[in-house]
């Protein structure tokens, strides 16, 4: 039987759930319909700041106004090299309103792709973080913006961190009508009054970019229905929050998963939302200790250094009711020590995994509290319909069948913004009419409705005689080990055959840790774990695994260093 014949995942939402309608309105609507009853409730807390419903409402009007009294109509975009400052949560709710879309880039990018991305969305405004401006300055004259308009981080902070913040930035600006402060470009906006634009499902709320490790990172147009849509998801997981709850927001906001999971929808969740606009990843520790959020969404890698962080080692985590993880695999070992972790530190629920891309707002499967699968990225969200198809002839599979990971829904992206021929690629009209995303991704459903990730079409690694190997289950196996901090297995060119990969293990491990030891004990206790042809030629000792932008393991990084490695004069028994 066909995955899409009977839907069996829909037996775990209630009648309610089954019913429930997209909104008819703009993500800026949504969003404040959600929470007019809870005005004086904090929508963010900002490094000890509460910025209530009411005055993050007077925001996003004196912003609105602002942008109108600038021009800035239905239909432009405005370009932001920033983060998630109470601002710029602000701005975006304040575009949507006028129909206009925010371009987020991220300013650790280098200077030519903010360039071509700044160009290539045809707007002329620019808003940009403080310590950013440098690389603004050297690209100024070579950007399509009349008009430049600088943020601070100190501006919300309390007084006394406010005042440290601006000791600490460096940056010296020289102001004119063209480059402005942020309360200049405020003022502008008075005796203006914006006028909210009539709903449109598929107007572009945000361009978020791609990870671009396959790539030049591409921007997927976010739209008011695909961002309330998977806030609808969440409501409807079964997942035990509350208003008010704290929701640690660490994933950057120019990115689909920070956008929409880490900005949108913990706000229509009625949720207190904690932006830590600049997250460094080790005090992630730091952060839980200081906030107590019941709601953190991560991603592995990030979730593994809150384990491993000196300020969670003795402490009751009992108040962390979901730690979710997202935007990259977990291998079963790290899933392990996650949840053996999670029930050592009191927490009521053990690991709730998802799945999704950038091109389908982030999430499209889950699992929560009691529907839970070790080992799975869960059931299809509410308004989401997953199924599996093979990756070469396009025939759609049954249960339990490996093949491409394809997904149908409100979540979808609009388009990749000015690339047609690379949308095409990614979004094809299947013959029951819909448009289904191809992942690129490899996986199965089980006869419940779990989804499980087997790793990329890409990343699988094929041996000279056709076997295939999934990085994943070796990286499972090998993460499971106590001294194992990080791990990632890539294909490496066959130095004895014309063609075809071998897997080559890379490690980080834990400190104190003899590294040639442990790669012998590695290496051997795969020999005796994996069947033959599945087995690494080698297991190597690395100091870091490179990480992308957004916390991933970086495997075409490494793949570019080690693709040539020569396995034929490692052994095991030197």
Not at 71 to 96: H, M, Q, R
Not at 111 to 120: D, G, L, V
Not at 192 to 197: L, R
Not at 405 to 412: A, F
């Amino acid at each position: 039987m066909k995955i899409t014949e009977n839907k069996v995942w829909l037996k775990y939402y209630s009648d309610k759930a089954l019913s429930e309608k997209l909104p008819q309105c703009t993500a800026y609507r949504y969003m404040k319909q959600r929470n007019e009853d809870r005005l004086d409730k904090p929508a963010l807390h900002y490094y000890g700041a509460d910025i209530t419903h009411r005055q993050l409402d007077e925001m996003i009007e004196e912003t609105a106004n602002a942008f109108a009294a600038m021009g800035v109509k239905k239909g432009d975009i405005v370009s932001f090299l920033s983060v998630a400052l109470p601002e710029t949560i602000a701005a975006v709710y304040a575009l949507n309103k006028l129909g206009a879309a925010a371009n987020t880039i991220d300013p650790r990018m280098d200077i030519n792709t903010i360039k071509k991305m700044i160009n290539a969305s045809g707007g002329d405004i620019l808003v940009t973080i403080d310590v950013a401006f440098p690389k603004v300055e050297k690209i100024k004259n070579e950007i399509n913006c009349k008009k430049i308009i600088v943020q601070s981080a100190a501006r919300s902070l309390p007084f006394v961190k406010s005042i440290l913040m601006k000791m600490a930035v460096k940056t010296k600006i020289e102001y004119n009508s063209n480059l402005m402060k942020w309360d200049t470009f405020l003022k502008g906006g008075i005796g203006t009054k914006a006028v909210e634009v009539p709903y449109e499902g598929d107007a572009t709320v945000a361009i978020t970019y791609t990870g671009g490790t396959t790539g030049i990172p591409k921007g997927t147009m976010l739209t008011n229905d695909s961002m309330n849509a998977v806030s609808i998801n969440f409501m409807y997981c079964d997942a035990y929050m509350n208003d008010n709850d704290r929701y640690l927001g660490i994933i950057p906001i120019f990115s689909a998963y920070g956008m929409v999971c880490g900005m949108h929808m913990p706000l229509c969740m009625r949720h207190t939302l904690v932006p830590i606009p600049k997250f460094v990843p080790n005090t992630i520790g730091k952060l839980v200790k200081q906030f107590k959020p019941q709601v953190i969404i991560s991603t592995p890698v990030f979730i593994e250094l809150l384990i491993n962080s000196k300020e969670v080692k003795n402490m009751d985590l009992s108040f962390l009711y979901t730690l979710a993880s997202g935007g990259d695999t977990m291998n079963e070992g790290l899933e392990n020590k996650l949840n053996e972790f999670m029930k050592e530190h009191n927490m009521k629920f053990p690991l709730a995994q998802g799945y999704g891309m950038t091109e389908l707002s982030a999430a499209a499967s889950f699992c929560v509290n009691t529907v839970y699968k070790r080992g799975s990225v869960g059931i299809p969200s509410l308004t989401t319909t997953v199924s599996i198809f093979d990756p070469d002839t396009g025939e759609e599979l049954s249960y339990n069948q490996v093949g491409e990971v394809c997904v149908t829904g409100p979540s979808m992206m609009k388009g990749y913004f000015g690339a047609d021929e690379e949308t095409t690629f990614v979004m094809r009209k299947h013959d029951d009419g819909k448009f289904w995303i191809h992942s690129g991704d490899l996986g199965y459903m089980d006869d419940d409705g779990f989804l499980f990730i087997k790793g990329r079409i890409k990343r699988m690694i094929t041996r000279f005689d056709g076997h295939k190997v999934f990085p994943i289950n070796m990286e499972g196996l090998i993460g499971g080990r106590e001294e194992v901090k990080n791990c990632s297995v890539i294909g490496v060119n066959d130095r004895e055959h014309s063609q075809g990969q071998y897997p080559l293990a890379l490690v980080e491990f834990v400190a104190g840790v003899d590294k040639d030891t442990a790669c012998k004990e590695i290496f051997r206790y795969c020999d005796e774990q994996i069947e033959e042809r599945g087995k690494p030629v080698a297991v190597l000792a690395i100091d870091e695994i490179p990480l992308t932008g957004m916390g991933k393991n970086d495997a075409k990084a490494l793949e570019k260093i080690y693709s040539d490695f020569d396995y034929t004069t490692w052994s095991c028994e030197k």
